[in-house]
DNA sequence: AGCTCTTCCTGAAAGC
DNA sequence: TGCTTTCAGGAAGAGC
């Protein structure tokens, strides 16, 4: 599932093949995850890229309508964002005009160097659409700090102010944009801190280790593209090796890289949670 | 404020 | 074997 170093992996190899490039018709199947599907159509084609941007778990695309395609008298600003989350499910492929089209396949943006772009999503939990440049802050307003520029002393007055569970804190995208349920228990593990503790009663070390840790495993994970645990792929369709380097998550029962111990799952904050109960203790474990 | 539950959707896996 | 149930999860919304 995407999350934060999926997505910048995604956007990477998005970056390397879109800028200046013309997008010349959309095509759409299913729409039901898309905000605006007639509007989608109708702007898109005609627009040259501009950019392509991480904005947390989102994909930003920023497109440019070129002057011709412009109203004489158009006041209105001709850069229009084309905003993507990818969902659980999420893929988003450069591939030839040509090319098989795999099943789950909704969308497809015809580019000026006879290449496509294509978005296909088995579950459909996606998201898509249009942000006009100027509605960009209104867009950024509910979400949270970028994780890999947060810095400590901000990271430990955001987190431990609050009296909700650290592993909630961590999924919520108003406090931190991008990090996602394998990141959260991987930093956690890392910080050794138990997904349950309330980010309130945790010490100040604990959470300069935690911000420490959330950097190292997101930025370790980028470096290998990701983590590829059921479908995930990039750009080219290349998997993600991150998996190989999880120590809790999805290793229910398994030793713990550390001491040895069982990983345990528990339901935190509504999702499975894998910690090691001996290096990652049980808050408030009272005696009596 | 923060928790739990529900909804969206599909396919894999477990259960019978 | 084959059908049915359960689960997984990002985000949003409801209700407590």
Known sequence: MPELPEVETVVRGLRAVLPGRTILDVRLGKADFIDDPAALAESLPGTRVLDVTRLGKFICIATERSEKTLGPHSASDPRLNFVIHLGMTGQLIICGA??????????????????????????????????????????????????????????????????ARIKALLLDQSVLRGVGNIYADESLFRARVHPAQIAEKLSKKQLLLLHRAVREVLTAAILLRGSSISDYVDAEGKRGTFQQRHRVYQRTGKPCFRCREKIRRVIVAGRSSHFCPRCQPVPRARKK
Do not use: N
């Open 98 to 163: 040509g090319d098989p089209v795999a099943s789950h396949t909704h969308c497809f943006f015809a580019l000026d160097d006879g290449r496509e772009l294509r978005y296909k999503d088995i579950r459909r939990f996606g998201r898509m659409l249009l942000v006009p440049e100027s509605g960009m802050a209104e867009f950024l307003g509910p979400l949270g700090k970028e994780p890999l520029q947060i810095g400590a002393e901000e990271f430990c007055r955001d987190l431990g102010s609050r009296r």
